[in-house]
């Protein structure tokens, strides 16, 4: 049995959580593999709205078991709030979540040095949902984090305060940044206990022994490909690799385990936070885009940024992901536009390209290829058969370029508006 895996191609947003909800029937293994609470995975089902942030997004599906993987920062109090709000609505989380040992914890302190180190950027931030994810992942790679499976040790307390007077020393650099964490300390402790509830497990044998057992798993990413720390706009990234090869690093899986690769996109484009965006609208469709699409971060409320296609962006993520069907999100959005347009290419500092320039601060100048609007409601649309020629057509086009067959439309955020092709 191979783990299949499922990410955005874009700058996050792209409806990750409604994808694992719809697929999560057939997969008895839900399985994150990185990011942490920064992320906000929306579900729409029974006329309700659920956003996860840690929690893998099949915890509302029977009999699948989730599983938190060591690539995944946790912060124990966001945790707690968000199982305790999923437990209320009678669902058996602690009997569905399992959750890898070597996982990283963010502290009260965490917090502190992201909204320290943003605040002291003025101008050039980076656009952190000062969740306290990045100063996490440094200390995991400078070998000084604490781990999930460290607060089952007897000395979990002298662990924990050692790497608070680091980070208070570190703190000290932030002339003037003043703070206080003694009631969020004591709710984090109490939090700690609640964690130490769960099915706390070695990760990379458990997620091999669902495999040998010939357990179909579907690893679930966050954020997207463009914000990958190695390949997406640095600097304005996330801090940890989500693309394909980071489900491998992640969960302990070799990457001869992966099997399908599903990528997903919206039929436009959004960005929350700094960075390039080549497509991105200041005018009316713009706005349209944002207001249609309720573009609005399900973690940060931020307005998102909005904007066309990006093709080139998009072949650039297939590539690195080995995608092997692709997931259109929000086509659904696009309902009211007469013209729309699709970025077929780049001028890159006047010159024409086809590839994601390295530098990133770059003048891009997007190349466009328009076609006319459907001018019709998608979202009741129930059969392929059913959609409008125009419609069509923006997908045959698509699907032409990054040479990758379409699966699957989602034509609106329920998990039953959506065409399985």
Known sequence: MKVDVVLGLQWGDEGKGKIVDVLANTYPVIARFQGGPNAGHSLHFEGKKFVLHTVPSGVFRDNAT??????????????????????????????????????????????????????????????????????TYMDKTGRKGLRVGDILTSNFVERYE??????????????????????????WMSAIEYLKSFNIVDGEYEMNNYIAQGKAVLAEGAQGSMLDVDFGSYPFVTSSSTTCAGSCIGLGVSPSKIGNVYGIFKAYCTRVGSGPFP???????????????????????????????DLPALKYTIMLN???????????????????????????????????????????????????????????????????????????????????????????PDREQTIIR
């Open 279 to 309: 497509t991105e609208l200041f005018d009316a469709d713009g706005e349209e885009l944002r207001k249609r699409g309720f573009e609005f971060g399900a973690t940060t409320g931020r307005p998102r940024r909005t904007g066309w296609l």
């Open 66 to 135: 989730n599983f938190i993987g060591n690539g995944v920062v946790i912060d124990p109090i966001i945790f707690r709030a968000e199982c305790e709000e999923i437990e209320a609505m009678g669902v058996p989380v602690r009997e569905r979540v399992a959750i890898a040992k070597k996982a990283h914890l963010i502290l009260p302190t965490h917090r502190v040095l992201d909204a320290a180190s943003e605040a002291s950027m003025g101008a050039g931030k980076i656009g952190s949902t000062l969740k306290g994810i990045g100063p």
């Open 162 to 187: 050692a790497l608070k007077a680091k980070h208070q020393k570190t703190l000290e650099q932030y002339a003037g940044f003043e703070y206080d964490i003694t009631e969020q300390e004591k709710e």
């Open 322 to 412: 080995g995608v092997t069907e692709l997931i259109m999100m929000k086509a659904d959005v696009l309902d009211t536009f007469d013209t729309i347009k699709v970025a077929v290419g780049y001028k890159v500092n006047g010159e024409e390209s086809d590839r994601v320039p390295y530098d990133t601060y770059a003048t891009i100048e997007p190349v466009y290829k328009e076609f006319k609007g459907w001018k019709k409601d998608l979202t009741s649309i129930k059969d392929e058969k059913e959609l409008p020629a125009e419609f069509i057509e923006y997908i045959k086009f698509i699907e032409a370029e990054l040479n990758v067959p379409i699966k699957i439309i989602s034509l609106g």
